[in-house]
């Protein structure tokens, strides 16, 4: 069954700890993305790649980082440069092709709290 | 920079009325131009998308309209129903990304 798989479902972020939360897919997908949710808020872009080893910041890069050293794997780790993580993070996919968007396919998402 | 703008916030409708949100974006090079509806705790799933090149795209009760001119699009939902309830994102291309809307919250009674 073809989908995107994001790990844990839930996590906990102890103060001054960098966290790190999966996203792998089988779509065989070039592109990558990683999202974050605040209640009531839309979705906000905060890396993507458009192909392995290499990737580009979004609108809120800062406090993160991600690598892309697998077409099926792109995790992003949350650095405790961060100072407000609480958040829903999304991860999302889509074929990629010169000068066209294609849909993006999310996983189910990770919920991270600070202890 | 690029931005997509949504309204309502949030809409309550009768079951079985229509239901319309509308976007307004920034970006005039956007020509891709998706919707997600979300349900409580889930993920994002694309429902319609259109793109630049048509003015109309209908799938069953889901319809999507696109004004290039004004950098309008929106999302019609006709004979609602409970079911129909959640969040709703619109989002127009960027630059090998998406821009999101901040998102309606429907409410379909019934």
């Known amino acids: 069954d073809g989908g995107i798989t994001q790990s844990p479902k839930y996590l906990f972020r102890k103060e001054g700890q960098n966290v790190t939360l999966s996203c792998e897919q089988n779509l065989n997908h070039d592109a990558m993305y990683w999202y974050r949710q605040d209640p009531g808020q839309g979705l906000r872009l905060i890396y993507y790649?458009?192909?392995?080893?290499?990737?580009q910041k979004g609108d809120i890069a800062e406090g993160y980082s991600v690598s892309r050293e697998k077409k099926e794997s792109f995790p992003l780790t949350v650095t405790s440069a961060q100072k407000n993580p609480t958040a829903f993070y999304l991860c999302a996919s889509s074929i990629a092709r010169p000068n066209s968007n294609q849909p993006q396919h999310f996983g189910d998402g990770t919920r991270l709290s600070i202890l | 920079g690029e931005n997509v703008e949504q309204h309502p916030s949030t809409l309550s409708v009768q079951e079985g009325d229509s239901a319309v949100i509308k976007c307004t974006y920034s970006?005039?090079?956007?020509?891709?131009f998706p919707w997600y509806k979300q349900e409580l705790g889930k993920r994002p799933q694309l429902i319609i998308d259109i793109r630049s090149n048509v003015g109309e795209k209908k799938d069953q009760r889901i319809a999507v309209t696109l004004n290039k001119t004004a950098k309008h699009f929106s999302l019609h939902i006709t004979e609602t129903q409970p079911e129909d309830s959640a969040v709703y994102f619109c989002?127009?291309?960027?630059?090998?990304?998406?821009?999101f809307g901040q998102g309606t919250t429907l409410q379909v009674k019934p």
């Open positions: 790649s458009q192909i392995v080893n290499d990737f």
């Open positions: 970006d005039s090079a956007s020509n891709y």
């Open positions: 989002a127009a291309s960027g630059r090998g990304k998406l821009i």
